[in-house]
Nanobody
Framework: QVQLVESGGGLVQAGGSLRLSCAAS????????MGWFRQAPGKEREFVAV????????YYTDSLKGRFTISRDNAKNTAYLQMNSLNPEDTAVYYC????????????????????WGQGTQVTVSS
């Protein structure tokens, strides 16, 4: 079992930045691809970004490329999501998730492919 705890959310003005963290425990962190998803009020959960188990491959949803950056530190068992130039449309609960990886390049983009989820952290962007 993997336990995931997100932190770093909060209230920020439009144009500002936040860095979310996802601390993992319980299993070998480097065995898992790490993804970020978000869910805005009244909307379905959507994929944001994923990083492969060794950090060598990343993938972003097209609309967020250039503003969001996913990274990980396997020595600290932590994944990150740096979010820049935030706008009110980025307001959502952000979730990190872990997917057991059989290959180093595995970068799943569907929620169903992730076995473990954090509780989420709220990000609110004011205009």
């Amino acid at each position: 079992q993997v336990q995931l705890v997100e932190s770093g959310g909060g209230l920020v003005q439009a144009g500002g930045s936040l860095r979310l963290s996802c601390a993992a425990s319980g299993r070998t962190f480097s065995d898992y691809a790490m993804g970020w998803f978000r869910q805005a009020p009244g909307k379905e959960r959507e994929f944001v970004a994923v990083i492969s188990r060794n950090g060598g491959r990343t993938y972003y949803t097209d609309s967020l490329k250039g503003r969001f950056t996913i990274s990980r530190d396997n020595a600290k068992n932590t994944a990150y999501l740096q979010m820049n130039s935030l706008n009110p449309e980025d307001t959502a609960v952000y979730y990190c998730a872990a997917a057991r990886s059989r290959t180093y390049g595995y970068t799943p983009r569907w929620a169903i492919d992730y076995e473990h989820w954090g509780q989420g952290t709220q990000v609110t962007v004011s205009s």
